[in-house]
């Protein structure tokens, strides 16, 4: 059996269509611009590569977007004082610090810093909180964009056994808790794997869903899957460099296998990735409607 491929890039298309559409109605039905403020410290290629796409999604999108670069050597009080310089701008609706941060900075205290009404990335202990008891908050994006992906292809996730590899706060924990929910794209039984999990293959072969967030290439193969089972694959590794300099992407799965057992599989690049970066501006429009007292 061939697998169906779950483009995220097609279905990030069609979310983008509509977040258009809705950027252009607050704009001219209430003069509200969402605004979005991504902050870099120091010069990380893969960094700055994707606080560059956040930009231009942004732009494309009508959102008002500033990108700040600071030196590798910002100290954790500077960033703390312009961090909260950004809670006091009223254009400024999110706040995504691109992580990871240097050394000497300490991620949690400065993830903590951001008001919780523009936390776009979904990482503050509040946003966290509510998500875990089921309450509205920001979801962190890229366990959101698995979420829509499910929706979106129709994949009935009432019942069925997910197996998880990954515990990340960012990727692994979050879905998890998501998806056990009572909601849609929820109702599931999760099992969470890592890199203590005594049998790994054990757990996935009895998967009708498996999410692969271990950054890992490969790590999934055929051999650990049952036939008809769903594959989304979250891992972006950088397996090589291109003659053109570009870097090479591989996935957690084996995708040339697995896709001959799956029912539906996401691709690397093309899949987790575009949605990442649509649900970052989901929850920026939502802060701006939000804050205007319109949502
Ligand atoms: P982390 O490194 O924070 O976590 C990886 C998790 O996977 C850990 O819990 C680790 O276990 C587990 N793990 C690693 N290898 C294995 C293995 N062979 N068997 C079982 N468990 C394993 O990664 P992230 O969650 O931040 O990211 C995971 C991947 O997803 C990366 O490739 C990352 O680049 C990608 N990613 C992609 C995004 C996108 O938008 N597409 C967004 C975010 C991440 P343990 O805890 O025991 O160490």
């Known amino acids: 059996m061939g697998a169906k491929i779950i483009s995220g890039t097609e279905v990030a298309r069609a979310i983008r269509a509509e977040l258009k559409q809705e950027v252009a109605e607050l704009q001219a039905k209430h003069g509200v611009t969402p605004g979005l403020v991504t902050i870099l410290v120091g010069d990380d290629p893969a960094s700055q590569s994707y ?18 670069t600071l ?7 500077e960033l703390l004082q312009l961090v909260e310089k950004c809670n006091r701008n009223a254009k400024i609706n999110g706040i995504l610090v691109q992580l990871p941060l240097p050394k000497h900075i300490n991620e949690a205290k400065v993830l903590y810093a951001i008001d919780p009404n523009k936390d776009v990335d979904g990482f ?34 009432t019942g069925a056994e997910v197996v998880i590899v990954g515990r990340s706060n960012i990727v692994g924990k979050p879905i ?22 005594r049998d790994l293959a054990a757990h996935t072969r009895r998967a009708d869903i498996i999410i692969a967030a271990a950054g890992t ?11 008809g089972v ?7 590794n950088r397996i090589g460099t291109s003659a053109s300099g570009k870097a090479i ?29 649509t649900m970052l501006m989901k929850n920026t429009v939502w802060a701006a409607a939000r804050a205007a007292g319109i949502s």
């Not at 202990?125 to 129709?154: A, D, W, Y």
């Not at 909601?183 to 794997?193: D, F, H, K, S, Y």
């Open 230 to 236: 769903v594959v989304i694959d979250v891992g972006v």
């Open 71 to 77: 030196p590798v050597d910002t100290s954790e009080a």
């Open 51 to 68: 606080v560059a796409a956040k930009n231009k999604t942004a732009k494309e999108l009508g959102v008002y977007s500033e990108q700040i």
């Open 249 to 277: 992407l591989a996935g957690d799965v084996d995708f040339t296998a697995v896709k001959e057992k799956a029912s539906w599989i996401t691709p690397v690049p093309g899949g987790v990735g575009p949605m990442t970066i």
């Open 124 to 157: 503050h202990p509040v946003n966290v909180g509510k998500m875990v008891l089921g309450q509205q908050c920001f979801l962190p994006c890229t366990p959101h964009g698995i979420l829509e992906l499910l929706k979106r292809s129709g994949i009935n996730t």
């Open 217 to 227: 290439p490969n790590m999934l193969s055929a051999e650990m899957v049952k036939d």
């Open 176 to 197: 998890a808790n998501l998806m056990l929910q009572k909601r849609e794209a929820g109702n599931a039984t999760i099992t969470l794997c890592h890199t203590r999990t």
